[in-house]
């Protein structure tokens, strides 16, 4: 498992390994509250698409690769302490066989958000059934295949944070207020000059 801390104060983050203790740092180390987390480095394209929404909104976040099946211990671990360590939202995204969200989600009451990931021959198919289809009682809030996916991911773990952060909230009002200024709104109306 390897792992990545950014935020506001640490913008060249330490990078850690499965089990090794935090390296000392001169920088003012800053708490994540949200993880993003991955089955694979192969999914880091995709998935820093919802790392740059948590930059633009200034929230500190960790990324972690983890694997369901190649590092099930080391999930395991990660998602039980994940609370205890100061974390309020985990984003997951996996391809195939993507069982990494529901595997955290077995080990923590925080919300997961699900994200599923194209990858392989079903085109991301596989991976959102595996993501959304959890059994009552072990919930993974599933979010869009993809880029899509990891951006909402971000979006809805800032709007969780935002129900008690005002400065948040109101960064998520410009923030919309910004995308609807953005749509060109053409009308035409036929005839024209009516
Ligand atoms: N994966 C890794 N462990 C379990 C699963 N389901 C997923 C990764 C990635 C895909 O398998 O999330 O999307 C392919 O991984 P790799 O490492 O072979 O490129």
């Known amino acids: 498992m390897t792992r990545k801390t950014s935020g506001p104060a640490a913008n060249t983050p330490p990078k850690r390994s499965a089990g090794s203790a935090p390296k000392a740092s001169t920088r003012k180390s800053v708490k994540p509250l949200v993880a993003i987390l991955m089955g ?24 972690v690769v983890t694997s369901a099946h190649r590092s099930p211990l080391e999930t395991a671990e990660y998602a039980q302490a994940a609370r205890d360590r100061g974390l309020q939202v985990l984003i997951v995204g996996a391809g195939l ?30 991976a959102l059934l595996a993501t959304v289809q959890m059994p009552a009682g072990v919930p993974v809030g599933t979010l869009a295949i993809g880029a899509a996916g990891a951006r909402n991911a971000a979006l809805l773990a800032a709007q969780i944070l935002a129900l008690s952060d005002p400065r ?7 923030r919309k207020a910004e995308m609807t200024a953005a749509v060109p709104g053409l009308l035409r ?4 000059g009516k």
């Open 40 to 63: 694979s480095a192969s999914d880091l394209d995709v998935m820093s698409e919802g790392a740059k929404v948590l930059e633009d909104l200034g929230i500190a976040h960790e990324v």
């Open 97 to 126: 066989a993507a069982h990494l969200a529901g595997a955290v989600a077995a080990h923590t009451t925080l919300p997961v958000l699900g994200v599923p990931l194209e990858s392989g021959p079903l085109r991301g198919m596989d």
């Open 168 to 174: 948040l909230a109101r960064a998520l009002s410009v």
């Open 189 to 192: 109306r036929f005839p024209e």
